[in-house]
Structures are given as C-alpha cells and as structure tokens.
C-alpha cells in the first residue's frame, strides 16, 4: 500500500487493509483508566458492511489485572461470533506474559531491534527481569545481543528462550529452536534442518530464508545463500535487512555490480544504519567508486561517536597501513564499548588490531590485546578470535590449550571443529616443518574453505606467514 514499516495502523488505515484483503472481520480496542483501575473495551466489525457484530466493555481493578482481563474478553467475543453461546466459557489463549510493563517493554523493544539494538536490548531485558518467564522477550533479546555482536549474552538468551520454547506460537519456538543449534551448540547443520522445516510449513515468513541465506553463506553455499535472501527480498520489499544480507552475499562471490544495484532497491524511509554504511564502504572499495567512498568516510566523520562507526574507521585505518590511528581508534573504540557496558565489542575491537599487528610484525602488542580482550570477555567467539590470532602471531602452546579448552566445551560444533581447531593446529604443525602434516590436517576444513566463516584462513593467511611454504611455493613457481 505504499506505507512505511512503522505506520501506525489507524482505524481508517485498518479498515483498507481488511478491504484490500478481502478479510471478513475487523477488531478495535481501546484500554482506559478508571479510578484505580481500567476499562477494556473490544469491538468486532463486519469487514465489508461495517456493521458492528460485537462490542463488549469490562472493568480490571489495576494494572497486574490488565493482560488477563484482555484475554478473557476475547475469548468472550470469541465465543459471542462463533454462535455457541450455549456452550461453557472458552479458555483463554496462553498470554506470553501477565505483566502489562513487561509486555509494553517488550513491544517498543521489539520494535526498535534492527534500527537501535542497544535501546532494544535495555527495553527487551528489562521485560525479562519484569518476567523471567517471558519466552518470546528472550528470543527478541537474543536478535538485538547478536546486531551488538554481544555473543555471550546471546547464548545466555537462548538458552532460556530453548527452556521456554513451548510457551511460543509454533514459528518463534521453530525460530528459538533453529537458532539455538546454530549459535549455542553450533550444530549448524541442525540448524539448518529446522529452518527448512520453518521455512516448508510458512514459506512466505521472512526469517527462516534470512537465516538459511546467512548459513548457506558461512559453510560457502553461495548460490543456496542467493536463492533464499532473494526471496526473503521479493517477500518482504520493505524489509532493509534482506536486501542488505542479500549486497552482502553478492559482494562475497565478487557480483560488485549486482551487489551496488541491489542496495539501491532499499527504500529510503528510515537512516542507514552503520553496517550497510559499512558494506557500502567495502563495496565502494572493490569498485574504485571514489565518489561513493567520500559519501561515505564523510557519513562516518559525522557520526564519529557510534561505536560500531569507530570500529569501522580503525579497521579502514588498519588496511590503509595507517597504525598509530588504527591504535587510537582502537582505544575510543573499547572506552565507548566499555561505557556502554559491550565488552565483547571491546574485545572485538582489541582483537581486530591485534591480527594486524601479528602481520605487521609487532609479536609483543598483538600477544598483550588478545589477553587484555580475553579479560574484557571470556565468550567463545572471542577465545576462537584469540587462539587464530596467538596461532598466526607464532605462539605453540596457549592457542592450542585454548582451542581444547573449546572443544570440550562444545563437541559439536560443526565449524570449530571444521575450521578452527585444524586451522590452529595446522599453524603450529607449520612452526614446526611440518609441511606434509599441515597438508593432511586442512584436508578437514575443504568443505568450509570458501564460506564467510573461514574468510579464506585456510587458503591464504598459512601459506603467507609460513616462510617454508613461501619458499616452497616459489622455488617451484622458478623450475627449482
């Protein structure tokens, strides 16, 4: 109809769509104080004549009284249409909470998840603190930890959504379900059968082809990760995240002009958020766009106090060989991190650094960031991040004490035991001269070697650090 994603849905507005629809029936409903408690009111509405069908009005003496007095009207008005009014009251539908804050925290936290995750994440985790029992809050603050790159707390999210799933509606428990296999026990083929099953019982819901597209793309399957962010994107047109997922997948097979034409169908209702900024940056990069690259290095200068824009700039820094200003930023970074209470995203930060020193050479300072940002948070990414970066930087023991450490916490995890564990090992196996065994040993991470998640370690960082394979390599290139 035109309309933006947030329009607010008016009578009016609300009486269209049913029309356009071609709906049979309409609700409205109003909540209004009176004295010490409130009124509920609940009109039904014949869609196409507009007459009324139902209109009931009932009293809650406060506010804990709120959601159960709701639900019971409508399950009243429920039984007033269907006719049977012979029949005994009809129970209620479970309520996802008896908490009326906890409800509106959720809702205005719900809403705010993709343009302001860390107002999302305060709003969603005060209606868990309000009810603990709140599944479907949790699964929400599971999505707003994730876009703050906050893992741990993500973890710790759906672990209690999994614990809660059966108190969902059967597409956020299959959604809790999913995601729990992909990033608690990292049983990402697991994973991805319950999002086929979501996806074959409601083909036409935007997250199972979101999330399939995302995981297709970390084992490498980039056509499969295609397919489904393209109809996530025909779908849901309004919806900004597919098309961005979609750019970015492009941009990883190296389809730069599919990629650029695909950002240009966002629709320009809300401000980008940093990460298309981001991918607009990369792009623009592999493009020699230099207009585009203005754009946006002037778009970051002008929101220079966003942490995930500082990152950006240090990282940019870092591969412009720039590292005293990668430094500085790197430590505006973590102070804004810390302030706001992101200590994975400090971590992160440290780490991002830290790779680059082990590559430029400077051993002592990457060692010092991988250990301060292991004190700053102990999550697995981080640690993962950590051992690649001590693994690469020419340390033997600590890396691979950490990387067991990780195994045994988590036995199945398809890609720390499909790309990270060989990956480390096989570093140190190359420490040693042991070419032939580093060989064997990345036989295990072929299946991933392409995808987004390996970020092609195994093909290029072992070959360009090692010495001996460098030697090898271009005595062999010279007929010696």
Known sequence: MGKSYGTRLTPELTQQLCERGKGKLLTAGEIKPQGAGYTVELSVHDCRSHRTLSQQRVESKDEDEVMATVNQLAAATRLQLSGDSGYPPASPAPLPTTSLPAYKAFLMGATLVHSQPQQSADLLRRATELDPNFAEAWSWLDIADNMLGETQRESQDLTRAFALRNRMPDNLKAFSEARYYLAVTGEIYKGIDALRSWEKLEPKEFPPHNLLGINYSDLGLYQKATDELQQAAVLFPSEELGYENLARVLLEQGRYDEAE??????????????????????????????????????????????????????????????????????????????????????????????????LFGESTAAHKNCSDAMKFEGSKSVKVVAARVMAFNGEGREPQQIMDGLMHDYPLDTLLNGVDAPVILAASQLRKGQADQVLRTLEAVKPYEFGRYAGLLPNYRERYLNPILSTSADCGKLGA
């Open 261 to 358: 034409n695909t950002l240009r169908r966002i629709p320009k209702e809300e401000p980008d958020p940093p990460s298309l900024h981001s991918l607009k940056y990369s792009l623009a990069l592999l493009r020699s766009d230099h207009a585009a690259l203005d754009r946006e290095r002037t778009w970051m200068t002008q929101n220079a106090d966003d942490l995930s824009v500082v990152s950006t700039q240090a990282r940019i820094d870092l591969v412009d060989g720039r590292l005293d200003s990668a430094r500085q930023r790197t430590q505006h970074a973590v102070s804004i991190a810390r302030e706001s209470n992101l200590k994975e995203s400090a971590a992160n930060a440290l780490l991002f650094l830290a790779d680059a020193q082990a």
